[in-house]
């Protein structure tokens, strides 16, 4: 009995057309996380750290952010689209045309970043960016100290008798430190104008604590310390804010379906040959 033309046509078909789908399937998961990897929004927080600029309105891109920002605060984490954008600070009520600060600062898709509204008019008025890389391991977490204070000279910081950095400088932020959860006590030791800060965190597993010594030594405002924690934002991967951590690429996948598509149309074609010889 010889095989109907038609069934042998279907035969060597339905495995390509089957072949065409997964072919699809897989440029499908290649390409759409990359794409959706470039509209990865930034993150971005603001510290006023400025002692002479008093308190103040904050304007991105010509709208107003945040208003009457008071120094020492620093806010939350927001998403922004990457990209450059126009930073204006101006003293609350006056308005942006007269913005003591005006900067343009570029961000990168899936990058975290502290921005510090810092100086005096002596040395001048800017904002310094921080680039935070705030990804924890399980059970630990995670401290850096930023330096904002413009007189007094650099820092050590202590906790439970011990040094855990050292020689950080004005507009320097320090390493990333591990540490273990507990609610330990930090001292900010100034040696240049001998003077110490302390205070006390409750440090938490998968969290940031973010220390920024701000204000003016001998003057005002004065010389503080400003505390912040996160333990995480929407939409990046990992814990805090991580910029280095990318998406879980399947391209390693891809040879394998390659090869499993084209022993599929080989065997296809055999099998269809061998079916329409049949009688």
Same mark, same amino acid.
């Given at each position: 009995?010889?095989?109907?033309?038609?069934?042998?046509?279907?035969?060597?078909?339905?495995?390509?057309?089957?072949?065409?789908?997964?072919?699809?399937?897989?440029?499908?998961?290649?390409?759409?996380?990359?794409?959706?990897?470039?509209?990865?929004?930034?993150?971005?927080?603001?510290?006023?750290?400025s002692p002479e600029v008093g308190t103040?309105?904050?304007?991105?891109?010509?709208?107003?952010?945040?208003?009457?920002?008071?120094?020492?605060?620093?806010?939350?984490?927001?998403?922004?689209?990457?990209?450059?954008?126009?930073?204006?600070?101006?003293?609350?009520?006056?308005?942006?045309?007269?913005?003591?600060?005006?900067?343009?600062?570029?961000?990168?898709?899936?990058?975290?970043? /502290?921005?510090?509204?810092?100086?005096?008019?002596? /040395?001048?008025?800017?904002?310094?960016?921080?680039?935070?890389?705030?990804?924890?391991?399980?059970?630990?977490?995670?401290?850096?100290?930023?330096?904002?204070?413009?007189?007094?000279?650099?820092?050590?910081?202590?906790?439970?008798?011990?040094?855990?950095?050292?020689?950080?400088?004005?507009?320097?932020?320090?390493?990333?430190?591990?540490?273990?959860?507990?609610?330990? /006590?930090?001292?900010?030791?100034?040696?240049?104008?001998?003077?110490?800060?302390?205070?006390?965190?409750?440090?938490?597993?998968?969290?940031?604590?973010?220390?920024?010594?701000?204000?003016?030594?001998?003057?005002?405002?004065?010389?503080?310390?400003?505390?912040?924690?996160?333990?995480?934002?929407?939409?990046?991967?990992?814990?805090?804010?991580?910029?280095?951590?990318?998406? /879980?690429?399947?391209?390693?996948?891809?040879?394998?379906?390659?090869?499993?598509?084209?022993?599929?149309?080989?065997?296809?074609?055999?099998?269809?040959?061998?079916?329409?010889?049949?009688?």
């Open positions: 009995m010889k095989l109907q033309p038609s069934l042998a046509l279907l035969v060597r078909r339905v495995p390509v057309a089957l072949g065409i789908l997964a072919l699809l399937a897989c440029i499908s998961t290649q390409v759409l996380p990359a794409r959706a990897q470039t509209t990865n929004p930034s993150f971005v927080r603001i510290i006023h750290a103040a309105d904050v304007f991105v891109d010509g709208a107003k952010l945040l208003s009457s920002f008071q120094f020492g605060t620093v806010t939350d984490y927001a998403a922004i689209p990457p990209g450059p954008h126009k930073v204006q600070i101006a003293l609350v009520g006056k308005g942006i045309g007269a913005s003591a600060i005006t900067q343009t600062l570029a961000v990168s898709p899936g990058v975290a970043y /502290t921005v510090a509204a810092i100086g005096t008019k002596a /040395t001048g008025l800017s904002l310094e960016v921080f680039i935070d890389n705030n990804l924890v391991a399980p059970g630990t977490a995670k401290l850096r100290v930023y330096h904002l204070s413009p007189n007094a000279g650099s820092i050590n910081v202590a906790t439970q008798g011990k040094t855990i950095t050292s020689g950080v400088t004005y507009q320097q932020a320090g390493q990333y430190l591990a540490l273990p959860q507990g609610s330990p /006590t930090f001292n900010v030791i100034a040696p240049q104008v001998n003077t110490t800060l302390s205070i006390s965190a409750t440090l938490k597993t998968i969290s940031v604590t973010s220390i920024f010594v701000v204000g003016m030594f001998n003057s005002t405002p004065k010389l503080e310390l400003v505390l912040a924690q996160t333990t995480g934002l929407p939409g990046l991967p990992g814990t805090g804010s991580d910029p280095n951590v990318q998406p /879980t690429s399947s391209q390693p996948l891809l040879p394998w379906l390659l090869g499993a598509l084209a022993c599929l149309l080989i065997g296809s074609n055999v099998l269809a040959r061998r079916l329409t010889r049949v009688r």
